[in-house]
Structure formats: structure tokens, C-alpha cells
């Protein structure tokens, strides 16, 4: 069974069109994370949810809405697309929402916008 | 505040030959440590960490890291590379800090070996 599932694995698009990348942990975790990483490998957060509830929120565009609908789910929605949004996403879950704890990520989302 | 070096952006080995990724860290606060390998276009994967208890921690395939607070270092060692170890290596800090589980990631070290 996969722990931490993302879809779709990769994803194609046009710039100014709205798009959905979904992630769905089987692990019982309480908190769910979204990392970007950009061309040259480097990782960074973006958002975190603890049960349903936002307790992360980097300097992201306002364009991008993630929403946790149940503890198991974490979605990420970005509108009107741009170029510099190209990127790998990964979604990660841990535990619990307390520092240093170990994080299981997905295999991540490939995004291109055209 | 949490950062991470890097010291090498890439490292070569020969098949065989031991492994050093070097990792310095920065922290406010008794910091936890991993190493996560990215294979191509694959996920992440924790190899091991530290989060208090023994300084040298032994990990997934063979690798083991020293924690060293004197010199606030992370290297991450195996005493034999094969061609399978190939990849991205992440060194991660996240500080002990009562807050919000933030991991802050290292710029990448990729790993080639050579038969």
C-alpha cells in the first residue's frame, strides 16, 4: 500500500488555466504538508495542515489555495497558471504538527505550464 | 534561525569506495536531523536521523550519519558505493522547538558512482 499517494504524476498545461493536484495519506497521520521544488532541486514549504485545520502558510502566491477536506486529504488548486510555476509538488504528511519530526512524502506532481 | 550547507554540489565515487556527503547546519534550538535520498524522478526517502538520542545513527543501505554539535555537522557516510546509490542527497534540519514541524532542506548533493 502506498503511504502518501499524489495525482496526477504529471501534469501539462497553458498558462492562465486553473489546475488541481490531489494527495491522500493512508498512514493515520494528523498533519499534511505541500513542498515545491523548483529547477535546480532545492525544497521549500509552502503550506501545512493540522486535522482540516492551516498552520503553515509560506509567502505564496495568493493564486495557489490548498483545502483539507478530512485528515487523510490534502488538495492544492492554483489559478490562472504562470510559467514560473513549473515545478515538481510534493505533498508530505507527519505524526503530529510538532517540530522536528520526520516527514513520509509523495512521488510528487510535475507540473509544466506552457 | 534553522539553515543547512551543503558543502558539495556533486560527488563522484568509484563503485567499492566509500561515501562522504557533508552537511553543516545552523539552529537556535536542539535541532532534529535527516537525510532524505531523491532517486530520478522519484519521491523522497528518509535514509536516517538524529533527534536526540544516540550521535551516530545508522540508517537505510548501509549509511550512517555522526551528529557533531561542537562542529555543528551532519556528514553522512557507507563505507562501500554501489551503482544503486546513485542520486539527489538532502540534508534536512528541523529545530525542537515546540513549533510547527518546518523542514528546512539543503541545496542537494548529487551522487554519481562509477564502475
Known amino acids: 500500500d502506498t503511504a502518501v499517494s499524489q495525482t496526477p504524476k504529471y501534469l501539462v498545461t497553458q498558462m492562465g488555466n486553473d489546475k488541481s493536484i490531489k494527495c491522500e495519506q493512508n498512514?493515520?497521520?494528523?498533519?499534511m504538508y505541500w513542498y515545491k521544488q523548483d529547477s535546480k532541486k532545492f525544497l521549500k514549504i509552502m503550506f501545512s495542515?493540522?486535522?482540516?485545520?492551516?498552520?503553515i502558510n509560506e509567502t505564496v502566491p495568493n493564486r495557489f489555495s490548498p483545502k483539507s477536506p478530512d485528515k487523510a486529504h490534502l488538495n492544492l488548486h492554483i489559478n490562472s497558471l504562470e510559467l514560473g510555476d513549473s515545478a515538481v509538488y510534493f505533498c508530505?504528511?507527519?505524526?503530529?504538527?510538532?517540530?522536528?519530526?520526520?516527514?513520509?512524502f509523495g512521488p510528487g506532481t510535475r507540473l509544466t505550464v506552457l | 534561525a534553522q539553515s543547512v550547507t551543503q558543502l558539495d554540489s556533486h560527488v563522484s565515487v568509484s563503485e567499492g569506495t566509500p561515501v562522504l556527503l557533508r552537511c553543516n547546519y545552523s539552529s537556535s534550538y536542539s535541532p532534529s536531523l535527516f537525510w532524505y535520498v531523491q532517486h530520478p524522478n522519484k519521491g523522497l526517502q528518509l535514509l536516517l536521523k538524529y533527534t536526540s538520542a544516540a550521535t551516530l545513527v545508522k540508517g537505510i543501505n548501509g549509511f550512517e550519519a555522526e551528529f557533531k554539535k561542537s562542529e555543528t555537522s551532519f556528514h553522512l557516510t557507507k563505507p562501500s558505493a554501489h551503482m544503486s546509490d546513485a542520486a539527489e542527497y538532502f540534508c534536512?534540519?528541523?529545530?525542537?522547538?515546540?513549533?510547527?514541524?518546518?523542514?528546512?532542506f539543503g541545496a542537494g548533493t548529487r551522487l554519481a558512482v562509477h564502475p
Open positions: 498512514l493515520g497521520h494528523d498533519t
Open positions: 495542515y493540522n486535522n482540516k485545520e492551516l498552520i
Open positions: 508530505a504528511s507527519s505524526q503530529v504538527w510538532t517540530s522536528g519530526r520526520e516527514q513520509f
Open positions: 534536512v534540519v528541523s529545530d525542537r522547538n515546540g513549533g510547527y514541524n518546518k523542514l528546512i
